[in-house]
């Protein structure tokens, strides 16, 4: 194996209207700090500056939520087609640059960068392995794409996320367990009770 670091990217899917949260998800705070940046501060201290932060719905704020944290925004104009041209969005980003890229929601506060690290270091560095994470009765988000899956995730559309992908026989799963992963906000209340009712 060469000794050459493998690159990998950090993609936060933060591109969604959030209906349901009643209004802009990505910004609303937990301990302080906005959710999008709490995602991509995770990220980054695994990845570094390859963070790409999706964007969507009211991208003004979203893009003061974001403030200076690390990484880069690209901007998803077709974020109401779905999470799959989030996705597509950033795999088509960073097609050319990553060896493999993690896939993150802007809605799981409860993901650590060990466990993100955990998830590369499962990884055996092959182009059709899979890296996912085990919560609850599934598998899901956080999850290692490697290169290998990057067409399949630039031609993704709709909100089915990569659902399809996690499927596919040409690609081998593997898992890591990681249960807090199952918590996400899609509401007030769910970050209220995170909150401790604050």
């Not at 670091?5 to 302080?32: C, E, N, V």
């Not at 939520?65 to 950033?90: C, H, K, M, R, W």
């Amino acid at each position: 194996m060469s000794n050459q670091p493998r690159k990998i990217f950090a993609a936060i899917l933060a591109a969604g209207d959030a209906s349901r949260f009643g209004s802009t998800k990505q910004a609303a705070t937990l301990g302080g700090i906005p959710l999008v940046r709490k995602a991509i501060e995770t990220a980054a201290d695994v990845c570094g500056e390859r963070v790409i932060t999706v964007i969507g719905h009211d991208p003004e704020t979203v893009v003061g939520a974001v403030a200076a944290a690390p990484g880069f925004i690209v901007v998803n104009e077709n974020y109401q087609d779905g999470l799959g041209t989030s996705i597509a969005v950033a795999a088509h980003t960073c097609r050319n640059y990553a060896d493999a890229i993690l896939l993150l929601l802007a809605d799981q506060p409860l993901v650590t960068a060990e466990h993100l690290q955990a998830l590369i270091d499962n990884w055996s560095g092959a182009d059709d392995e899979i890296v996912a994470t085990a919560f609850a009765d599934t598998v899901g988000p956080p999850v290692l794409f490697p290169r290998g899956s990057f067409s399949a995730l630039a031609a993704l559309t709709g909100d089915h996320g990569a659902r399809e992908i996690l499927r596919d026989s040409r690609f081998s799963i593997k898992t890591v367990r990681f249960d807090a992963a199952a918590v996400d906000i899609d509401t007030p209340a769910d970050l209220a009770s995170l909150s401790g009712g604050d």
